[in-house]
């Protein structure tokens, strides 16, 4: 899958960087008694970030995928942490965000994970405001091939919606689960009339490939250019 092969290629530069700098058990490097030594390892380093960034420019990307009508891209979201689709919906505005879960979820390294069920485990993100009110209605939702579920329901300000996981600065609502079924049953409802439901998957799990290798290149080029900076 690209998505793993893209992992691969983080694990394999991880891997690459540790042979060449060592671990404090095995090896040691004195930089600053030698600059011809430092200036072996950082030609290694440039080699192969050099190497690595020709193996992933050469990955073929995912088939194109449209979003689901009436959803629209985001102009920027590739740059950019913010929403990655919006539609209107009556007098709503609505826009959706998604990140990975595996991202998200601490001491999992993404390089290491050998099927797809954590890769198809989605975030999503929504909001819905209306015209002349300070708040937005927000959705977080656990997005799937084949389903969607609802985590938590909240009240943000326009304000906090600027950034994914900023911490709302009033109560957050009560558990989802805790919610009568009829309420949570009328909550899936609510989403599902406005097109939030599983059929964004294909996109979204497409544009997070697209995203994940623009990032990786980005990275490898970034790196590179303070190792030489460095010389």
């Given at each position: ?51 690595q960034y ?17 959803f629209t ?100 609502g009560p ?57």
């Amino acid at each position: 899958m690209w998505r793993r092969a893209i992992a691969r290629a983080t694990g394999d530069i991880r891997s690459q960087l540790q042979t060449i700098t060592g671990t404090p058990s095995r090896r040691h490097y004195s930089y600053s008694s030698s600059s011809s030594s430092s200036s072996v390892v950082n030609s290694m380093i440039l080699r192969s970030l050099k190497e690595q960034y020709t193996e992933v420019s050469k990955m073929a990307p995912p088939p194109k995928v449209s979003p689901p009508e009436p959803f629209t891209v985001v102009k920027g979201a590739l740059d950019s942490g913010g929403p990655v689709l919006k539609r209107t919906y009556g007098d709503e505005e609505i826009s959706l965000s998604v990140m990975r879960m595996i991202n998200i979820l601490p001491g999992v390294d993404p390089s290491e994970i050998d099927g797809d069920d954590e890769i198809n485990q989605l975030f999503l993100h929504a909001d819905i405001s209306k015209p002349g009110q300070d708040y937005v209605l927000h959705f977080l939702c656990g997005l799937y091939p084949d389903a969607l579920g609802i985590h938590s329901v909240s009240l943000r300000h326009k304000r906090e919606t600027l950034g994914l996981l900023e911490v709302p600065s009033k109560y957050n609502g009560p558990s989802f689960e805790a919610l009568d079924h009829r309420m949570r049953d009328a909550f899936h409802g609510y989403i599902e009339e406005r097109g939030i439901n599983d059929s964004l998957f294909p996109f979204l799990q497409a544009w997070l490939y697209v995203k994940d290798h623009r990032g990786l290149m980005h990275w490898f080029k970034s790196v590179g250019s303070c190792v030489k900076k460095a010389n």
